[in-house]
């Protein structure tokens, strides 16, 4: 019998070890000292997750810097030697912690959604260790902010231009995804609203764009179904009953899903969450790199 996919997501930590401008969580937020390993030891994390062997796992896990936490090394490495962990676990990092996160976890099935930070990484850095991350076949994408910061860094300092950036990674196998500035994409309003969107659109299809400003009128969506974010007691949740239905306790090895899709009419903003509505055609299993592919393609189709 065919196994069921499902996505859990997890928030180890809020905490941040970086104080970026562009970045979409203020810096208090980055500061709160609660972890998902608080409630519940790393051993726990990593027993429960053995309860879920029946069905084809792909977790998801964000925050804050989840590698700023100790526990989520041994963590990652138990759960990645799992078979029913499927690859294409997606992880968000700022790549701070890239040495420690090849020699205590490395593994085929992450892959890493590593952000270049100008303000904290040196080009030549950053390079080593988007390297040797993928040497382990653990880089997903490189993310760039295509914030003021970032592109006059790589202007005045580097003398490159963003084609240039991904020119250089791409050298060695590696997509760079250029993000927009929020304070800018997320604002009609902004004097250079326009320009800057015109500009992102050469590296970002507009279809991506929209589901990424959450332009999406009311549609069927399989979050609830496949998709579900376990919080820090174990409590199951899915984002499109907005946290009030429980589907399960990680814990206990329990979750109910909705047997059908859901009309929802929430924004998705996350490229976690579009992918499973159903007015797109985006593939939600290993999320990360159907992303990278549809964008790779959509670069292409530019190319005259």
Known sequence: MKKENLLLRFVPTMKC????????????QK???????????????????KLFSDKNVEFYMWGGEPFVLDDTYKLLHEWTKMDHIISGCRIDTNLFFADKIAK???????????????????LDEQY???????DLKMIGMMNFVASEYNINKLKNHYKMTIDDLIEKFGEIGVFVNVAGDFNITNNPKHPKHEEYKEMILKYTSPKEWKFLRGNVGSEQCS??????TVH????ITSCIDSNKKIYGDFFKGEI???????????????????????????????????YVDRIKKYRESLVI
């Open 17 to 28: 070890n970086f104080r970026c401008n562009y970045c979409f969580l203020p810096n208090e």
């Open 232 to 235: 820090d007691t174990g409590r």
């Open 104 to 122: 205590l976890c490395p593994s085929e099935k992450i892959k890493l959604n590593c952000s270049y930070h100008t303000q904290y990484h040196t």
């Open 128 to 134: 080593r260790k988007i390297k040797l991350l993928n």
């Open 223 to 228: 979050a609830g179904k496949s998709f579900f």
């Open 256 to 290: 109910n899903p909705d047997n059908n899709t859901k009309e929802c009419n929430s924004q998705c903003h996350s490229l976690i969450s579009y992918p499973f509505r159903e007015d797109n055609d985006f593939i939600p299993v290993a999320h990360l790199i159907q």
């Open 31 to 49: 500061s709160i000292e609660q972890t998902m390993f608080d409630d519940h030891s790393v051993d726990e994390w990593i027993e429960a997750m």
